[in-house]
Nanobody
């Protein structure tokens, strides 16, 4: 049974950094793109970043481009999201999801992804 577990969230001051992890169990992520999405209070879930199977293709939302970096370690069955220069507007619950289609190039379309984890809270505040 596939299970995704997000971790690494917390409270950080503006300008600070966090690294989120998305660890999978019961399933190998090797053949699937992985996406990070976030949901702020009162807002719909939005795509943040995704990474294709080999890690050769990554996609970022305009709002995080240049500040966030997604990576994957298939040997550890884990995907990471390094978040730098954090802003208050980055405050949200962050989720990772698995692209339902094997070997598809990543696109930040929520409909492509499933098997969401429970999320990890990121709060950026002074």
């Amino acid at each position: 049974q596939l299970q995704l577990v997000e971790s690494g969230g917390g409270l950080v001051q503006p300008g600070g950094s966090l690294r989120l992890s998305c660890a999978a169990s019961g399933f190998t992520l090797d053949y699937h793109a992985i996406g990070w999405f976030r949901q702020a209070p009162g807002k719909e879930r939005e795509g943040v970043s995704c990474i294709s199977v080999s890690g050769g293709r990554t996609t970022y939302a305009d709002s995080v481009q240049g500040r966030f970096t997604i990576s994957r370690d298939n040997a550890k069955n884990t995907v990471y999201l390094q978040m730098n220069s954090l802003k208050p507007e980055d405050t949200a619950v962050y989720y990772c999801g698995v692209d339902r289609t094997v070997l598809r190039l990543c696109v930040l379309n929520e409909q492509h992804f499933g098997s969401w984890g429970q999320g990890t809270q990121v709060t950026v505040s002074s």
